[in-house]
């Protein structure tokens, strides 16, 4: 009962590489999930619910035609687009493009 094993010498060696690639795999795998952890904290530091404002540049100019009501928004590169419902309670929609710099409606856009 108290034989000792014995081991191959190649057996051995490949279970020395086993042992030394699971230490590095561990290695690893912590220093990701601190690199993860650290990543949280310093993108989402405000966690207390004060959130900075946010900015969307919209012109200064802009102005949506008579009875129309603001839904939601897209900004391009050079053009503002704004989803308007009408004011009344109807259905009707319609995708309104604004420029970007002056503010003018470039197209309307009915959606059915």
């Known amino acids: ?6 081991i191959d010498p190649k057996d051995a060696a ?13 290695v690893v795998m912590i220093g990701g999930f601190l690199v993860l952890i650290g990543l949280l904290v310093t993108r989402f530091p405000d966690l207390k619910g ?10 200064e100019n802009l102005a ?7 839904e939601a928004f897209t900004r391009g590169s050079d053009w503002v687009a704004i989803v308007a419902r009408d004011a009344a309670g109807g ?22």
């Open 1 to 6: 009962m108290n034989d000792p094993i014995e």
């Open 14 to 26: 490949r279970l020395t590489l086993l042992r030394r690639l699971v230490t590095t795999l561990l």
């Open 50 to 59: 004060e959130s900075a404002a946010i900015s969307f540049d919209l012109p």
């Open 64 to 70: 949506l035609p008579e009875g129309l009501a603001p």
């Open 91 to 112: 259905s009707d929609e319609e995708i309104l493009i604004f420029d970007a710099a002056t503010g003018a409606l470039r197209q309307r856009i009915g959606i059915d």
